[in-house]
């Protein structure tokens, strides 16, 4: 069974938003409001919280970019967003792309530009719902910060977080494949999580839950004894230290050894 999502459409040209509809329907999703102004609009999304928001850059009251920035800061939940634009200034556009964490589309609007965006629009809400599946199973919730906002993820969910080089942001990996940027500490993540989340250097935090196995950095001399540690079903790569292998390593054996390790990691 194909999964169903909600639209809601803000554009003030009457014919893009049968277009937008017409692209909607044929990849299954709701369109469940319309509308051609921006005030009008954040009312309609307040009340039917819809998945995705599809926002024209020019409307009749107020620039798209300002409408996205409004919602985001208002609304209690994180619709994903797609910008349709005719602007010529890209740099503008990527600002708020970056800002608000959206997708764009330049006109004229064409079936093929359409699926590029909405085909990562829909695998970022897959990932959504299964990580509020693992909220609601979840022994450990993690509150972190999104820039104004809090939202709670299950321990057991986090894959890594990495501290932003040169920034106080981390990076919050999940299992679902979402990255999550969070203005909270490293250490604040840390305080509210069990033993699983080990701190190695470089400011990283790794789950021991899904550690396949660690050996020597590429590279690396015997004095500085770095280390890769890697994960099941994973890609990702984090470094582990030689002042912190030794308790790495019995930490990771014992909980191997009394079975608490997921069964992913079988």
Not at 31 to 41: L, M, Q
Not at 73 to 81: F, K, M, R, V
Not at 110 to 125: F, Y
């Amino acid at each position: 069974m194909i999964e169903s999502y909600t639209v809601a459409i803000a554009e003030d040209v009457r014919y893009a938003r049968i277009l937008i509809r017409q692209l909607c329907e044929k990849n299954y999703l709701q369109v469940v409001a319309e509308a051609s102004s921006g005030i009008e609009f954040k009312l309609l999304a307040r009340d039917l919280r819809p998945d995705v928001l599809v926002l024209d850059i020019e409307l009749e009251d107020m620039s798209g970019i300002e409408l996205a920035r409004q919602l985001r800061a208002e609304l209690d939940y994180t619709p994903q967003i797609i910008f349709i634009t005719g602007s010529t200034d890209p740099l503008n556009i990527m600002a708020a792309v970056n800002e608000v964490g959206a997708f764009y589309i330049v006109k004229p609007l064409q079936e093929d530009r359409w699926m590029i965006a909405i085909t990562k629009v829909i695998d970022n809400l897959e990932k959504q719902r299964h990580r509020l599946a693992l909220l609601k199973q979840a022994d450990r919730l993690v509150e972190i910060h999104v820039q104004r906002k809090t939202i709670r993820v299950a321990e057991e969910s986090i894959l890594i977080v990495e501290k932003i080089p040169g920034r106080k942001n981390v990076n919050v990996y999940l299992t679902t494949g979402e990255v999550i940027e969070s203005n909270s500490s490293l250490n604040q993540i840390k305080d509210q999580s069990s033993t699983y989340l080990f701190e190695t250097i470089r400011g990283f935090l790794v789950n021991l839950r899904y550690v396949a196995g660690y050996r020597r950095e590429g590279g690396s001399k015997n004095l500085l004894r770095r280390f890769d540690v890697y994960f099941h079903n994973s890609y990702l790569v984090a470094p582990l230290g030689r002042i912190q292998e030794k308790e790495f390593a019995e930490q990771l054996n014992q909980y191997q050894r009394q079975g608490f390790l997921s069964v992913q990691n079988e």
